[in-house]
């Protein structure tokens, strides 16, 4: 009986009388599609990773060889194909004339797209070791933030997994739950915990066409990580991370 909430959690509910609650419903204008770019804050445009692309390998062998990868190599990856991992993951194919949604190379209920993402930039070639936030309409970076020792900082976020401060970056997605629940009121709340699996699966892919590796990571102090980033907690928070590095070869 204990676990029956969480299981009420993971069904689909009554959609139709649920939507009727929804603020789109009431003529709410919607949120805005990105978090706005500080005033002064420098964007890194990230570079056309078109070439790196047409050396990866292909989908079916990336599906295959897709596994955790917990260990990583001590050399950094490029901003190229940092690039890359940020678009296979949160990139931004078309927006709708009305600015009310946009398409992007994941699914998401709605097109509601309400995550953010950061990067903890720490062997990334030509960028300073640093947390960054992803700019996705103009496919670009700014520093957020930094701090010294970040590498145990997040260990111990992580629960002390220290592997997840070990690599080239890590890659940390805040969630907006307002943009989900303007359009599905709390049937919002379900469909998020579903996009984030699509967006760490991208990540997952995109890592093997370019030999990185990845790790998910669910476990984690909430409080820490939110605190880290410098979000409320309330109307944003991380919901998801995973490091990226890559992968050891045999003579590493």
Known sequence: MRFLEGRKFLKALNWKNIREEADQRRGVDAPPLQKRVPAGAKLIKLPDFGELVSRSIPLVKAIENRQSIRSYAEHGVTLEELSFLLWATQGVRKVLP???????????????????????????????????????????????????KLDSKIVD??????????????????????????????????????????????????????????????????????????????EEFVIYLAPVGKKKQSDD
């Open 98 to 148: 009305n600015k009310v949604a946009a398409f992007r190379t994941v699914p998401s209920g709605g097109a509601r797209h309400a995550f953010e993402t950061y990067v903890y930039a720490r062997m990334i070639e030509g960028l300073d070791s640093a947390i960054y936030r992803y700019v996705p309409l103009d496919h670009a970076l700014y520093e957020y933030h930094n701090e010294e």
């Open 157 to 234: 976020a992580c629960l002390d997994q220290k592997f997840v401060a070990s690599g080239a970056a890590v890659f940390f997605w805040s969630v907006i739950p307002y943009r989900a629940e303007w359009r599905y009121a709390s049937v919002a709340h379900k469909m998020l915990a579903i996009d984030a699996g699509h967006v760490c699966q991208n990540l997952y892919l995109a890592c093997e066409t370019i030999d990185c590796g990845t790790c998910a990571i669910g476990a984690y102090d909430q409080e820490a990580v939110d605190q880290l980033l410098k979000l409320d907690g309330i």
